[in-house]
């Protein structure tokens, strides 16, 4: 179930990315910063092993180094997906020829709306959040999608947070990290569930790969939570991209 990742697709931020979408109250981005923060986050995917494609930024996309929300990518099938998001869509249009490179692709098609920051992926077992962004059409056409490959897909609702992967991740294993909200959602029973502290929300946008944890900087309870399951852990400053309602997980597409 632990899949070893040998790829990553990546996009810098461009200058304008501070006019990108955000529902935060951090203040605005400084774009050194941010730069310098992405930069990280890709030698960190490169001390993991990963191959790093680092795409140049889209004109007039200023949230399209978001990547993981324009596609999925599956060992059998990449999925090009349509952001919920009018001001995003167009990106997943860009990536797709990046992604057919590397699989046989399928896309959602209206009225279908779909982000990749909604779905997250354990084996054969794919949850997907019914958000602001994903809707049921959505959720549907992935299903019929993946079904010749094996998965199944279950729709969560996504009651508060931008995406599900704002507040639910797979630290491996049997165990999921989730904000408060999903401490009682029926449709995760069966896994073990880390429960974040209400105040560090934000770090349950944490990214096992090959391994290791990226977990964001400076959230000190989540990483006592997470220090038991004997994982190695890299914390990477993120407060550029939180700025704009993204994290780890939204960086990269992983493969
Ligand atoms: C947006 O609102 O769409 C971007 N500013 C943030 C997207 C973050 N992506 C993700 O969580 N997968």
Known sequence: MNPTYTHAICRLPAPDFADGLTTSDLGRPDFQTMVA???????????????????????????????EDAALMFPEVAVVT????????????????VTARHRPQVALEAPGTLDGGDVLVIGKRVFAGRSERTNEEGIEQLGRLLA?????????????????????????????LV????????????FDLLVADPAEEYATNTLLINGTL????????TRALLEPLGLPIVELDTSEARKMDGGLTCLSLRF
């Open 37 to 67: 923060q992405h930069g990280g986050y890709v030698s960190a995917l490169q001390a993991l092993g990963l191959a790093v494609e680092v795409l140049d930024p889209l004109p007039g996309h200023p949230d399209a180094y978001f990547v």
């Open 82 to 97: 349509r952001p919920g998001a009018a001001a995003r869509r167009g990106e997943e249009a860009a990536m797709a020829p």
């Open 148 to 176: 010749p490959h094996g998965y199944t897909v279950t729709a969560v609702p996504v009651a508060a947070g931008l995406h599900f992967k704002s507040s639910v991740n797979w630290v491996g294993g049997n165990t999921l």
């Open 179 to 190: 904000s408060p909200a999903f401490a009682d959602r029926e449709e995760l029973r069966g």
């Open 214 to 221: 990226l977990m964001p900087a400076g959230f000190p309870r």
